[in-house]
């Protein structure tokens, strides 16, 4: 008997953290598992576009070819990816440069600069601003901070 209400203590606590991984709002346990399920293949989806991306910045062997943007639009802010098959040094200062402009704040950020340049942050406008910003509007500030990084680096050669 103790066992039993063990197990099913055990499948609660791990339902209950499924249901907060998912940020499913599901009660009972079917639900939470179709939410799980329908969340699962978010992800795929977004891994296959990503891969997708980098696939075809990576085929790219045109040397004046800037790096790749894709601006994808939270709950609650932009996701952004910055992917370049060579090492951009300066690059991410112009970058984050654009987002102050912007107003907008970085809440997370990971960045990789040592063969290649890969810039992942997730951000959120500035509340005090009082613009709305917008993922095409992000992804133009963000091109244009590269190509004027591009710009500035020819100049120095």
């Not at 009660?27 to 978010?42: G, P, R, V």
């Not at 402009?101 to 990971?110: D, K, P, Q, S, T």
Request: hydrophobic share 40%; aromatic share 4%.
């Amino acid at each position: 008997m103790v066992s039993r209400e063990h197990k099913r203590a055990a499948l609660h606590d791990k339902l209950q953290l499924l249901r907060s991984i998912t940020n499913s709002h599901a009660l009972n346990k079917t639900s939470i598992i179709i939410d799980a399920s329908k969340y699962i293949e978010e992800l795929k989806q977004k891994v296959e576009r990503l891969n997708q991306d980098i696939a075809m910045a990576q085929t790219s062997t045109d040397q004046n070819s800037l790096p790749m943007v894709t601006v994808e639009t939270l709950e609650k802010g932009f996701l952004v990816n910055v992917f370049s098959g060579k090492s951009c040094p300066g690059l991410l200062v112009s970058i984050l440069e654009a987002f102050e402009e912007m107003g907008l704040n970085v809440l997370e950020a990971r960045v990789s600069c040592t063969d290649t340049f890969r810039f992942q942050a997730v951000g959120r406008e500035n509340e005090e601003e009082g613009e709305s910003i917008d993922a095409q509007a992000l992804k133009r500030a963000v091109g244009q901070a590269i190509k004027n990084w591009r710009e500035s680096t020819a100049d120095q050669q």
